[in-house]
Structures are given as structure tokens and as C-alpha cells.
């Protein structure tokens, strides 16, 4: 079953950074010619210092576009930084209560793991108007991978280099490392236990990678994780020869935890991405280099 209709409304929030209204026409222009009708939420194109608004003008947008029965999915707009600002003004109830897939990438990697582990609801990681068309056109595994999960396909998502063997199923949760970092420790993060970790970053030294990805090992459950998905760490080097690349840092990291884990999955702050869900049930066969949706 299709996830998202011919003629639905989808809500249009920016969460995160401030929003320049001239760049966003390309993604509007896309998701118009997917039949989609897109509404921006009152509060997009507010600032206040690098975010678009006030946490709370930012959240009474997400309160609005769940609570809307109109409005069918939310897309945050961009990235930046921010959105753990606005988590304790959100509605969590209405999240629950009415369940719409967030898309987003980078900083919304906030909203998408807090409304898995208060609400349950499911999300989508990968996809973002602005940032996705600010070179040119869509890219063609994104746009492939969109349309797959905006008609209800199942996927089988083929990438990436083995770095333990083994095959996993569970929920999938993580996104953005230094964004997920924040949530550590709250009631935001979602509970690990048995689930598949996503985890990409971009630049970032391989030291701070490192230190997140041991601090994030101690939370609770963490030994309880099911497997690995490492994506693409896009910029992210060594502060000082002998740090440690990023590659000798996750590869330390995943035999340590020894699960299913690859790494270079296509998936992070590249041109060429695919969508992934937050929050709902995954297959990973590290063997076979793939990922079933």
C-alpha cells in the first residue's frame, strides 16, 4: 500500500536552521510533480540567531501538521542545527495519536529518533528540499529510493563493505552520530535493545567520532543492539597523524560489539543517498552487502 497519495498535503517545517525561501522552490517544484500538495507551516521562514524561529514557534509547527488530519506527512526543509531545542516543546500525545512519516536527514535525525522512542512513529531519513537540490537535480538513487517509499515498495538496498559477518533483523534508529550523540542520556533517545544502528556524520575529527561512539556504547541496551549499518562520514579526518582514520575507528568499534556491521553504505551527507525508515523493521545481511526494507 502506497504510503503517500495522488493529491495528499504534506507539511513543510523547518525545525533546524533558517531557511532561505528563493532556495526552496526546486524541492517544492519535486514533490508538487510526485502529485504531492505541500503547505508550509506559519512559522518556516521566521530566525532567531541560526535557527528558523524560536523553539517554541518551531515546535507549535510540528504540534500543528500531526495534529492536522489533512496533512498526511511532514518534510523538514533542511538541516543545520537546532532541533534538540525544540523536542520539550513538542506534543507527543499528538505524535501518537496521529502518526505521519517525518523525512529529513542530518539535524532532524533529532525529531525522527524522539518520535520513535515517545510515539513510535515512523520516519524517513534521507531526503531534504533544500539540501537535496542545491547542486542541480535530484539524484537518481535518491529519487529512485523516494519513490520506492512514497509508493509502499519493499526494497532490498544493495552497498557498502563488510566488516563483520552475520545477518540482523530489527528496528531501525540512529542517523546524524553527533546529533544522536545529544540524545544520549534523555528520553529522547529510543531504547537499543534489539535494534539496527544507523550511524553516519560529516565533518567531524575521527577522534570525536570515536569518543561518541563509545559514549553512546555505554547507554543502556547498547550490548542488546542487533546490528550495524555504518554510512558515509563525508569530510570527517584526523586532527593529528595517528588519530586513528575513519575506517580503523568503526572497524575497532564493530568487532568490539562483534554484530552484523558494514560500513560505506550509501547513505550520509553525499550527493548519492538512499531514503531509510526510523523506526520500522529492517533485514541487514552483512554477507550479501544489503539492506531489506
Same mark, same amino acid.
Given at each position: ?115 520513535? =522512542? /515517545?510515539?513510535? !512513529? $515512523? ?5 531534504? &528540499?533544500?539540501?537535496?537540490? #542545491? ?118 568499534? =564493530? /568487532?568490539?560489539? !562483534? $554484530? ?5 553504505? &550509501?547513505?550520509?551527507?553525499? #550527493? ?22
Amino acid at each position: 500500500m502506497a504510503l503517500l497519495k495522488k493529491g495528499d498535503q504534506v507539511a513543510l517545517i523547518a525545525p533546524s536552521g533558517w531557511v532561505e525561501k528563493s532556495r526552496l522552490k526546486d524541492g517544492l517544484t519535486w514533490l508538487e510533480k510526485q502529485g504531492l500538495k505541500p503547505v508550509l507551516m506559519p512559522h518556516v521562514f521566521q530566525r532567531h540567531f541560526y535557527m528558523a524561529g524560536s523553539d517554541e514557534a518551531r515546535a507549535a509547527d510540528i504540534n500543528a501538521a500531526f495534529a492536522e488530519h489533512a496533512i498526511k506527512a511532514v518534510f523538514c526543509i533542511r538541516g543545520g542545527a537546532g532541533c534538540t531545542r525544540v523536542l520539550p516543546y513538542v506534543d507527543w500525545k499528538i505524535i501518537k495519536k496521529n502518526p505521519k512519516p517525518v523525512f529529513g536527514l542530518s539535524d532532524s535525525t533529532a525529531l525522527q529518533n524522539a518520535a520513535y =522512542a /515517545l510515539s513510535q !512513529n $515512523v520516519s524517513w531519513t534521507g531526503f531534504l &528540499p533544500i539540501f537535496d537540490f #542545491k547542486n542541480g537535480p535530484l539524484d537518481k538513487r535518491i529519487e529512485k529510493s523516494m519513490r520506492a517509499v512514497l509508493g509502499g515498495q519493499p526494497q532490498v538496498l544493495k552497498g557498502g563493505k563488510t566488516l563483520v559477518n552475520g545477518k540482523a533483523e530489527g528496528v531501525l534508529v540512529g542517523g546524524c552520530l553527533s546529533v544522536l550523540h545529544y540524545l544520549v542520556g534523555t528520553k529522547y533517545l529510543p531504547d537499543l535493545k534489539d535494534k539496527i544502528l544507523l550511524i553516519e556524520d560529516v565533518g567531524e575529527h575521527t577522534y570525536k567520532l570515536d569518543l561518541m561512539l563509545n559514549r553512546l556504547s555505554l547507554e543502556k541496551n547498547f550490548s542488546k543492539i542487533k546490528g550495524l549499518v555504518f554510512g558515509q562520514f563525508l569530510d570527517c579526518t584526523e586532527a593529528d597523524s595517528g588519530d586513528g582514520t575513519v575506517h580503523q575507528i568503526i572497524k575497532e568499534f =564493530a /568487532l568490539k560489539h !562483534n $554484530v552484523p556491521a558494514l560500513e560505506n553504505f &550509501p547513505y550520509g551527507h553525499i #550527493k548519492s543517498r538512499y531514503v531509510l525508515p526510523i523506526g520500522a523493521r529492517v533485514v541487514l545481511d552483512a554477507d550479501k552487502k544489503e539492506l531489506k526494507i
